[in-house]
């Protein structure tokens, strides 16, 4: 009999992160505080805040001019004109609007309220927001070459935020930057327990890891956007945009 096992640890004593902070020093630091070093098979999972952070994806509400759209969006949603200003511009589509929330594809492909943008854990004053990574997948290839450069081990590194979904409530961690495993894990064609052929199963499982390091990272004020995930050899070479679903695949839209 085979024992699988997944641990998640969530890493202490990640300080603020500021524009141009090394986030590779900043995660191998906090494992030397618990005895830990990076081993083959690992993966490092960080919160989408901390990565836009250090790429310096802050916007001050003060510095934007909204358009008449941005205005007429503002209206609709009952929001900061400001705000709707910034979603447009990282957005492809606005999908669906109602008062307080407003759902786009953003122009990573993702389907999310409000382009991904908030100002939680950004700053005690509210006037400033902040942006998703430019390039999420990219931004997990250079954290992971950036850690294999300082520890000679190059763990699987996603990069999450918490998204909701089109039906069922509640927010959930997901991956929207991959580098380093498989995000999309193709089963068909491999035997169950019967030995018969699989015929449409498809794992997202880097969406499965993201959202068990949520639950360790926590959402309001534990301060802990690294969570180092053991156990389960992650590899092989994947994208986070590898789980996005074609638009003629869509049934939601």
């Not at 997948?137 to 250079?142: E, K, N, T």
């Not at 081990?153 to 935020?161: I, K, N, R, S």
Request: proline fraction near 6%.
């Amino acid at each position: 009999m085979t024992t699988r096992e997944l641990s998640l640890t969530a890493l202490p004593g990640i300080p603020d992160v500021r524009p141009g902070d090394d986030l590779a020093a900043l995660i191998l630091e906090a494992l030397k505080r618990i005895d830990k070093q990076l081993q083959y098979g690992d993966a490092i999972v960080v919160a989408q805040k901390i990565v836009s952070k250090a790429e310096g994806r802050r916007v001050r509400l003060a510095d934007v001019i909204p358009s008449p759209e941005a205005v007429k969006l503002a209206t609709a949603a009952h929001k900061d004109p400001r705000q709707m200003e910034l979603v447009l511009r990282e957005s492809r589509e606005v999908l669906r609007v109602r008062p307080g929330v407003v759902v786009v594809e953003d122009r990573r492909g993702l389907v999310l309220a409000n382009a991904g943008i908030d100002a939680s854990n950004v700053t005690n004053s509210g006037d400033t927001l902040l942006l998703l990574p430019e390039d999420p997948d990219a931004s997990a290839v250079r954290l992971r070459e950036a850690l294999r450069k300082k520890s000679g081990v190059a763990p699987a590194v996603l990069v999450v935020d918490s998204l909701g979904r089109a039906w069922r409530l509640g927010t959930v961690g997901v991956a929207i930057g991959v580098a380093g495993m498989e995000a999309l894990l193709d089963l068909r064609g491999r035997p169950d327990m019967n030995g018969r052929p699989l015929q449409t199963s498809e794992l997202g499982q880097a969406d499965e890891l993201a959202a068990g390091a949520s639950l360790v990272m926590g959402q309001s004020d534990e301060r802990c956007p690294v969570v180092l995930a053991r156990g389960l050899d992650f590899g092989g070479e994947g994208k986070a945009a590898d789980l996005l679903r074609p638009r003629t695949l869509d049934m939601f839209r």
